[in-house]
């Protein structure tokens, strides 16, 4: 039905309608709130015919000005929130990582990124009430990283099945960028079958950083990753899925952001990410998180152990 309506815009053909659709504009607000820009990048069309468009669902839509805080707090209840597998870590993010939300995790090598996504694959699949999402998990691989016999181990530590847990995560190997991108896509399509509401990117900037070097591709780098972005936060509408991004933090100065305690990605990912956390290594098995940016917490720090059987306290 929405599909309809999406066609009945003036200035756009069953083509476009499907290309709008295929980015991820399901219905006439996704592309009311959208700007022009990056609705022609997502979709592939012109910018003033994007701009056209947006306009007219403007019109058509009903958007909504001003709510009240209390329909606010009612839409807040279907956020679900995915636990780390460590209280404290947990009460750092105000419960746990949100669903709708992308949350970026970064840190130097060794820090526990990888480790990190490979427990909440875990726990995402268990119930809610185990502080899980009671649904699938997907994770977008770039360093080929991932490890099936790692989540076994997870998912034995915490008494669940290592055969069905291992059904239930869904992995994609990303081999460039533009293999990263498509494989956003995919995930949507996947995510219309299937209850997924984890998608993990590890590592959400490697390819990136790679395959785009020199000042001069540094504008081209932020928009297909701004694009990229995009994607993963349809996701997140979508499917109620929390999206979880990990990045490094370079020891050499970074020769586009120049701070080397600063996470790659710059100010796109910045202000797209919801949350981020800073994870760096203490003694041991010890790890420390340092949530820097959230729109409802308190800077803060937790301290969590990487152990043989996952993230623990
Ligand atoms: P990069 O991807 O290189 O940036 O690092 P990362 O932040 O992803 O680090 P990762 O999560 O891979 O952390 C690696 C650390 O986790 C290692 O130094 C180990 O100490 C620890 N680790 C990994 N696997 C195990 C395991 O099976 N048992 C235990 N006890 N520790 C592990
Ligand atoms: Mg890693």
Same mark, same amino acid.
């Given at each position: 039905?929405?599909?309809?309506?999406?066609?009945?815009?003036?200035?756009?053909?069953?083509?476009?309608?499907?290309?709008?659709?295929?980015?991820?504009?399901?219905?006439?607000? *996704? %592309?009311?709130? +959208?700007?022009?820009?990056? =609705?022609?990048?997502? #979709?592939? &069309?012109?910018?003033?015919?994007?701009?056209?468009?947006?306009?007219?669902?403007?019109?058509?839509?009903?958007?909504?000005?001003?709510?009240?805080?209390?329909?606010?707090?009612?839409?807040?209840?279907?956020?679900?929130?995915?636990?780390?597998?460590?209280?404290?870590?947990?009460?750092?993010?105000?419960?746990?990582?949100?669903?709708?939300?992308?949350?970026?995790?970064?840190?130097?090598?060794?820090?526990?990124?990888?480790?990190?996504?490979?427990?909440?694959?875990?726990? *995402? %699949?268990?119930? +809610?009430?185990?502080?899980? =999402?009671?649904?699938? #998990?997907? &994770?977008?691989?770039?360093?080929?990283?991932?490890?099936?016999?790692?989540?076994?181990?997870?998912?034995?530590?915490?008494?669940?099945?290592?055969?069905?847990?291992?059904?239930?995560?869904?992995?994609?190997?990303?081999?460039?960028?533009?293999?990263?991108?498509?494989?956003?896509?995919?995930?949507?399509?996947?995510?219309?079958?299937?209850?997924?509401?984890?998608?993990?990117?590890?590592?959400?900037?490697?390819?990136?950083?790679?395959?785009?070097?020199?000042?001069?591709?540094?504008?081209?780098?932020?928009?297909?990753?701004?694009?990229?972005?995009?994607?993963?936060?349809?996701?997140?509408?979508?499917?109620?899925?929390?999206?979880?991004?990990?990045?490094?933090?370079?020891?050499?100065?970074?020769?586009?952001?120049?701070?080397?305690?600063?996470?790659?990605?710059?100010?796109?990912?910045?202000?797209?990410?919801?949350?981020?956390?800073?994870?760096?290594?203490?003694?041991?098995?010890?790890?420390?998180?340092?949530?820097?940016?959230?729109?409802?917490?308190?800077?803060?720090?937790?301290?969590?152990?990487?152990?043989?059987?996952?993230?623990?306290?």
């Amino acid at each position: 039905m929405s599909e309809e309506k999406i066609k009945e815009l003036p200035g756009v053909g069953p083509a476009t309608a499907e290309k709008l659709m295929d980015s991820g504009y399901k219905d006439l607000m *996704a %592309i009311a709130v +959208e700007s022009p820009r990056v =609705l022609s990048d997502l #979709a592939d &069309i012109g910018e003033s015919t994007a701009g056209k468009i947006v306009q007219a669902a403007k019109d058509a839509a009903d958007i909504g000005g001003f709510e009240t805080g209390s329909e606010l707090l009612e839409k807040r209840k279907d956020v679900g929130m995915l636990s780390t597998g460590a209280d404290s870590f947990d009460d750092l993010l105000g419960g746990g990582i949100e669903t709708g939300s992308i949350t970026e995790f970064f840190g130097e090598f060794g820090s526990g990124k990888t480790q990190i996504a490979h427990q909440i694959l875990v726990n *995402a %699949i268990r119930p +809610e009430e185990d502080g899980g =999402l009671g649904a699938e #998990a997907m &994770i977008i691989d770039t360093e080929n990283s991932f490890r099936p016999g790692r989540i076994s181990e997870i998912a034995e530590a915490r008494d669940l099945d290592p055969e069905e847990t291992l059904d239930d995560i869904h992995v994609g190997r990303a081999f460039n960028t533009h293999h990263q991108m498509l494989l956003a896509d995919e995930a949507l399509d996947l995510g219309k079958d299937k209850p997924i509401r984890l998608l993990v990117v590890d590592s959400l900037t490697s390819h990136f950083r790679a395959e785009y070097v020199g000042r001069g591709a540094l504008a081209e780098r932020q928009q297909t990753l701004n694009k990229h972005l995009h994607k993963l936060l349809n996701f997140a509408d979508r499917n109620n899925a929390a999206i979880v991004v990990t990045n490094q933090v370079t020891a050499n100065p970074d020769q586009f952001f120049g701070d080397a305690t600063k996470p790659i990605g710059g100010h796109i990912l910045g202000h797209t990410a919801t949350f981020r956390v800073y994870l760096r290594k203490s003694k041991g098995d010890k790890r420390i998180a340092r949530l820097v940016d959230s729109p409802n917490m308190p800077e803060g720090e937790a301290v969590f152990r990487v152990e043989e059987s996952g993230i623990t306290e």
